[in-house]
Structure formats: C-alpha cells, structure tokens
Nanobody
Framework: VQLQASGGGLVQAGGSLRLSCSAS????????MAWFRQAPGQERKFVAA????????RYTDSVKGRFTISRDNAQHTVFLQMNSLKPEDTAVYYC???????????????????WGQGTQVTVSS
C-alpha cells in the first residue's frame, strides 16, 4: 500500500482544515487507518484511527469533539476533518495503514505497516 497525504496548510486559530490520505494498491477496506502527528522536537503522537469498515473510531483526548476521522473505501481515501484548530495542533500529520488493526492497539505507531509522507499543518494564534 502506498499512501499519499494532502490538505495541510496555514490556518488561523479557530479555523478548519480537511486532510486526505489516498491509498494505492491493496484492498483498502482490509486496512485500519490512522493519523499521527509530529511537532518540532517531539515524538510522533497518535491523533485518530478508524477500522476497515469505518464503524470503529478512536481519538486522542485532546482532539475529541474537534476532529473527525472518516473513510471512503470506494475512493480508497481516509479523511481527517479538523475544526476549532488551536496553535498546539501545529505539526506534520502522517497517515498510516495497519493490516491487523484493532481498536485496542490503534494508538501504537509501531503496529502500522505503511506510512504516508506527511502534510504540514500550521495554526497561527
């Protein structure tokens, strides 16, 4: 699976962005998908994840109620709708795919088999 993330940019605090991650090759619905982010000088951290059918989702506490992860299996794409953005959301956002995804382990980055190249999100105050 090859992943291509897009949709990042510069936005003012309180604004919105929608990230997309398109997958090529493989049966997309067989993969759980996730978004991680990495701010300068920090380790990569879990943001949100979604199971192959789209039924099960999981979020890190700091984005609950503001971010929504979704997927379109027909289009081989996963989305991250980000609303009410804050300066602390500034990071490079990465999408990832896991062939043996489970909601319990969704936040564990080493479980993910494939990674996209990252897209920069910058939130100004």
């Amino acid at each position: 699976v090859q992943l291509q993330a897009s949709g990042g940019g510069l936005v003012q605090a309180g604004g919105s962005l929608r990230l997309s991650c398109s997958a090529s090759r493989g049966t997309f619905s067989n993969y759980g998908m996730a978004w991680f982010r990495q701010a300068p000088g920090q380790e990569r951290k879990f943001v949100a994840a979604i199971g192959g059918s789209g039924t099960n989702t999981r979020y890190t506490d700091s984005v609950k109620g503001r971010f929504t992860i979704s997927r379109d299996n027909a289009q081989h794409t996963v989305f991250l709708q980000m609303n009410s953005l804050k300066p602390e959301d500034t990071a490079v956002y990465y999408c990832a795919a896991d062939r043996r995804w489970s909601i319990i382990r969704a936040a564990i980055s080493r479980d993910y088999d494939f990674w996209g190249q990252g897209t920069q999100v910058t939130v100004s105050s």
